[in-house]
């Protein structure tokens, strides 16, 4: 019986040397896209490998460049600058109570297999009696326009307060294609420093030859184990 399992062993190691090993091995990058590399005003809506950032209106439907922003009062997430829709606004918000992105969004069009989004949101209001602060909301969809996934911040209650949004994809083969975020009801926010991570096409890796050679010899060692046995055992 001992015999018949190392020969099924054996059978098993010719078969790897034979057709050699596939693995299908997956990577994953994430990409900073972050505008404090550019001048306050510069228009980075093409800026970045791999995607594309402009601003929108729901409502009317028309897109605009985004440009790189420098805040007097040092409003944002990592360095300097923030993403804006010109060189003399700066914030992200909704038009409508209850409404999400009925005025100023920002959308991010990505040209790779994404896997996951994150995004910060920055409070830009002072306390003020009877306000519960404002809100940031990040959308995630796909190729066919349909909502994945959604994140609604906590309220960012003090003027520079930062939460990172995030999202990703729950269904396996699915990707975001881009998103929309903005401010959740009447409020207004600033955005800054996003990230997406890409994953690449699953891609096939044959051993080098070297490896072929290792399992080559571990193969011969196992026939001279299997033949010094069966000789000791007929002696």
């Known amino acids: 019986m001992r015999q018949v399992k190392v020969y099924i062993w054996m059978l098993c190691v010719l078969v790897l040397l034979v057709f050699g090993i596939q693995v299908t ?66 914030i992200f918000g909704t038009g409508l109570q209850g409404g999400p992105l009925n005025e100023y969004w920002l959308r991010a069009d990505f040209a790779s297999f994404v896997d996951s989004v994150s995004l910060d949101a920055i409070g830009d209001s002072f306390p003020i009696p009877g306000d519960a602060g404002d809100y940031g909301l990040l959308l995630a969809y796909n190729a066919s326009d349909v909502l994945i996934d959604s994140y609604q911040t906590s309220a960012l209650t003090s003027y520079g307060m930062v939460e990172t949004m995030s999202v990703t994809t729950s269904v396996h083969g699915d990707s975001i294609a881009y998103i929309l975020a903005s401010a959740y009801g009447h409020d207004m926010i600033a955005l800054d420093n996003l990230q997406y991570n890409v994953i690449s096409e699953p891609s096939t890796v044959i051993p080098e030859p070297n490896t072929l050679v290792l399992f080559g010899l571990g193969f011969l060692g196992l026939v001279g184990y299997v033949y010094r046995r069966k000789r000791r055992l007929s002696d």
């Open 25 to 90: 091995t997956v990577q994953a990058t994430l990409y900073s896209v972050d505008s404090d590399a550019f001048a306050h005003g510069t228009d980075i809506s093409d800026a970045f490998s791999g995607v594309t950032l402009s601003l929108g209106n729901t409502a009317e439907g028309w897109h605009l460049p985004i440009v790189s922003y420098t805040h007097a009062q040092g409003l944002s997430s990592t360095g300097t600058n923030i993403f804006a829709p010109s060189h003399i606004f700066w």
